[in-house]
């Protein structure tokens, strides 16, 4: 038994002070665990934390994108019915147009068949009056020739000056 006490002896100076640090240092593992710990549970409630407002702010953004789609769907769906409206007022104005420039046309045409009445018709009035002025320019001719007196002869000769102012007085207001 001596030797059971001597290796008991032998075992306790030698393992018992090792247990002790040991102990002592499972203590301390064991505090700075529980820290550890402590510090990961409150690590946990902030990512929960966190994890719930990212869950919420993607909420909101998908909320946010719903609205800003409806918003889009709308605006195209009003700019279509605007390019509609668009499409119908210039088809209409060009109908307009069309048949603004027929109504022209029809004026013109008829203005250009009046004008060409117009100038027909001045053209006999011309006509007319130049056949009338040499019928009396051959009539002065012959009465010249039939007066025989110097008398007569200057009595014709004013009537003539007076026929020639005649005439060129008519020539003027047919130019004009």
Request: no cysteine.
């Amino acid at each position: 038994m001596e030797i059971m006490e001597a290796v008991r002896t032998a075992i306790q100076e030698l393992i018992v002070p090792d247990l002790t640090r040991i102990r002592e240092e499972n203590n301390e593992i064991k505090t700075i665990l529980t820290l550890t710990n402590k510090r990961l549970d409150d690590v946990n409630l902030h990512l929960a934390d966190q994890s719930r407002r990212i869950d919420e702010t993607n909420k909101r953004i998908d909320e946010t994108n719903k609205r800003i789609d409806a918003v889009r769907d709308e605006l195209v769906q009003r700019i279509d019915e605007t390019n509609k409206r668009i499409d119908g007022v210039r088809d209409e104005l060009v109908q307009r147009i069309d048949e603004t420039n027929k109504r022209i046309d029809a004026v013109r045409d008829e203005l250009v068949q009046r004008i060409d009445e117009t100038n027909k018709r001045i053209d006999g009035v011309r006509d007319e009056l130049v056949k009338r002025i040499d019928e009396t320019n051959k009539r002065m001719d012959r009465l010249y020739d039939v007066v025989v007196r110097r008398e007569e002869h200057a009595q014709s000769s004013q009537r003539l000056n007076a026929v020639e102012r005649d005439m060129a007085e008519l020539k003027r207001r047919i130019a004009a």
